[in-house]
């Protein structure tokens, strides 16, 4: 969260001003023509020229094929590697890339209208899609497209790198066509939260997407998937698309697979979380801020992170040491019955993972089966009502959301999950944050973003906006409610005092009334959103100890203001 957090970040956030266009998506026509060559490097980098001979062919990774382009960035060289495409005037085209790493771009220059370009803050271990469009000028037939990384930024990896459009008559390599839908689709090894989907390879296709309720839940590269995470004596529906360099081709017929077993009971539930909710942060270590048990949390706030979990040796998996010494001899007895007591009266404690020195990293089946175990220990062993993401150096969209789901499947309805991304994770739908976050909407609890040690920020309206205002808060939160996560998803998050973070701290009243612009259309500064949001969940402290501090001055503003929301 924040012991205090690097501003590395703010370098590349207030690119932002640049212009830079949102991740966009695009699909070929059957007509369309590839006019890049060598997109997917098997040539080596023939027709490609990459800046400061930055750039090379590599083996491993690929996304497809035997090779992929990778380029290092140096000093004040961002590693660009670009071809001259030849077009046909006033025709647009779709302009694509399978892309891994953190800041890496794709764009068009000379296109005789508007030049173009998107960017994704990291792929969160795996590959992630590029995509944006453009079209060219009444006389335009050389386009230059490219793609690059950001000044001190590590290398980057590009594959099948394209551009679908008109056949401008120049030279070009042939492209796939789009696959066709799997057929042959059955679910069999049926378990109490789990069970294998299968289906017919299909001619052409570099994997499969595959969809749980209409949900991407996996990327695979063959048949079949373990499906992992599910409910006990639950029905799901499941579908199965193929894609390779053209796009993504027709979804499967769809086939309902249904788990045994009788499940976790959840004999002992949780207490529903209150429809408007204040999260605050509990250190369990002495910074500086005032030292507390779990009961010494004032009643306002609803839920209570304990910060922080711990890695261990086993990938993925996560443990808890209670600091006793350091917090005055807390003893864990103690620690365990003042949670029991929180959950008496309503509260919700809960175990943050991650935080600005977190280590956990989840990027296959194993490690995130390994936290889903882990965490759920620990629940049961101290009483959590669930788990915060707190990751802040990046999370793998395809194995959290496995972990989650597990850990939702053990824990039972009433887990509680939230997490705590910071402003650049949240700023496309296509990161990793975001990504994980629609993944898990139907268990997730709420979203409480970082608003502070953070760079200028785009706001939902393509302005750029700079932390410490209530436009800040509002035009950034926007994106999130207008991205698709429930109103009741969205919170607030910021520091208590000025001691509690590097920069972004704004007082109680500028978070209350970016509240009610965001509830009630009311109190907004110069951004004020097309419609409002009243179920918006509440707002989020890092931390309580540093509110002690400060003689609880931001509970006493804020939470009375969250509970009151309509």
């Avoid at 040539?43 to 382009?69: D, E, M, R």
């Avoid at 660009?80 to 399978?98: F, W």
């Avoid at 609803?302 to 910060?307: M, N």
């Avoid at 007895?333 to 029991?340: G, L, P």
Wanted: hydrophobic share 35%; net charge neutral.
């Amino acid at each position: 969260m924040n012991r205090i957090r690097s501003l590395a970040l703010l370098g590349a956030a207030t690119l932002t001003a640049g212009g830079l266009t949102a991740l966009a998506t695009g699909t070929a026509q059957a007509a369309d023509v590839n006019v890049v060559r060598n997109g997917g490097f098997e040539s080596g980098l023939t027709h490609w020229n990459c800046s400061s001979g930055s750039g090379a062919a590599v083996p491993s990774p690929v996304y497809a094929g035997a090779a992929a382009l990778r380029a290092t960035p140096a000093g004040q060289d961002n590693a660009q590697c670009s071809q001259t495409v030849t077009v046909k005037p006033n025709s647009t085209y779709t302009l694509s890339a399978q892309v891994q790493g953190s800041y890496v771009y794709l764009g068009a220059t000379g296109t005789g209208t508007q030049d173009v370009s998107t960017w994704t803050p990291g792929s969160g271990g795996g590959w992630q899609k590029l995509a944006t469009t453009f079209t060219t000028g009444p006389s335009t037939t050389q386009v230059t497209v490219w793609t690059h990384g950001w000044y001190g930024q590590p290398a980057y990896t590009v594959d099948e790198f394209s551009a679908f459009g008109p056949d401008g008559g120049g030279p070009t390599d042939p492209g796939p066509s789009l696959p066709g839908a799997p057929a042959g689709t059955a679910v069999s090894g049926q378990s109490a939260d789990a069970l294998t989907l299968s289906w017919s390879a299909v001619s052409g296709a570099a994997g499969y997407y595959v969809y749980q309720d209409g949900v991407r839940v996996q990327t695979v590269s063959a048949p079949p998937a373990r499906i992992t995470g599910l409910a006990a004596s639950t029905s799901y529906a499941f579908q199965v698309s193929a894609y390779n360099a053209a796009g993504e081709g027709p979804k499967s017929a769809p086939v309902t697979g249904t788990t045994t077993g009788t499940g976790n009971p959840d004999p002992n539930p949780n207490p529903a979380v209150p429809k408007h909710a204040l999260t605050g942060y509990w250190q369990n270590f002495d910074n500086g801020a005032t030292v507390q048990r779990i009961s010494d949390v004032p009643s306002q706030y609803d839920i209570i992170a304990v910060s922080f979990a711990d890695a261990t040796a086993t990938p993925g998996a996560i443990s808890f040491t209670l600091d006793s010494a350091g917090l005055g001899g807390y003893t864990v007895d103690r620690f365990k019955a003042d949670i029991a007591a929180k959950k008496a009266a309503g509260k919700s404690v809960v175990l943050s993972i991650g935080g600005e020195k977190g280590t956990i990293t989840v990027n296959d089946s194993a490690s995130a089966a390994n936290l889903a175990n882990s965490a759920y220990a620990l629940m049961q062993e101290y009483g959590f009502a669930g788990i915060d993401i707190d990751l802040e150096n990046g999370l793998n969209p395809t194995y959290m959301t496995q972990a989650l789901r597990a850990l939702s499947a053990k824990a039972g309805p009433s887990l509680v999950l939230t997490m705590a991304p910071q402003t650049i994770d949240m700023q496309s739908t296509q990161s990793g944050y975001f990504k994980t976050a629609l993944n898990v909407k139907d268990i997730l609890t709420v979203v409480n973003m970082q608003y502070y040690n953070s760079g200028s920020m785009n706001g939902c309206d393509g302005k750029v906006y700079s932390q410490g205002s209530v436009d800040f808060l509002t035009a950034l939160a926007c994106i999130q409610l207008e991205g698709g996560l429930d109103p009741s998803q969205v919170g607030i998050g910021v520091p208590a005092s000025p001691s509690g973070a590097g920069s972004g701290y704004v007082a109680p009243a500028v978070v209350n009334n970016a509240l009610d612009c965001l509830a009630r259309g009311v109190n907004c500064g110069s951004f004020k959103p097309a419609r409002t949001w009243p179920g918006l969940r509440g707002a989020m402290t890092w931390s309580t100890n540093w509110d002690a501090k400060a003689g609880n001055a931001w509970s006493n503003a804020v939470g009375p203001k969250v509970h009151s929301l309509p």
